[in-house]
């Protein structure tokens, strides 16, 4: 499975962006998919999560009520929809897919992981 991730770009604070990843094929419709995030110095960290069907989503903390996970499996594709965006959401952002089909926080339990797509945020 290849992801592709885009729509990363540079905004001022309070800014908005919306991420999207494309998976290279539709079996990852049974998949649990997720966003990561690194930071220059700084350890991989997770975003957001959505299992299979939508049916449980997660969120970091850091990103509750202003970031928004969604899929579209007969599209092969989740989304991050990024609102009020901050100085500290700067990161490369990274789509993956696990081998299993509920969502969860674990990076080590996601197989493949796309190329990133870089968000800057001035102030």
């Known amino acids: 499975v290849q992801l592709q991730a885009s729509g990363g770009g540079m905004v001022q604070a309070g800014g908005s962006l919306r991420l999207s990843c494309a998976a290279s094929?539709?079996?990852?419709?049974?998949?649990?998919m997720a966003w990561f995030r690194q930071a220059p110095g700084k350890e991989r960290e997770f975003v957001a999560a959505i299992s299979w069907n939508g049916g449980r989503i997660d969120y970091a903390d850091s990103v509750k009520g202003r970031f928004t996970i969604s899929r579209d499996n007969a599209k092969s594709t989740v989304s991050l929809q990024l609102s009020s965006l901050k100085p500290e959401d700067t990161a490369l952002y990274y789509c993956?897919?696990?081998?299993?089909?509920?969502?969860?926080?674990?990076?080590?339990?996601?197989?493949?992981w796309g190329q990133g797509t870089q968000v800057t945020v001035s102030s």
């Open positions: 094929r539709r079996t990852v419709g049974n998949n649990a």
């Open positions: 993956a897919a696990a081998l299993r089909s509920w969502a969860t926080a674990d990076s080590t339990q996601y197989r493949y």
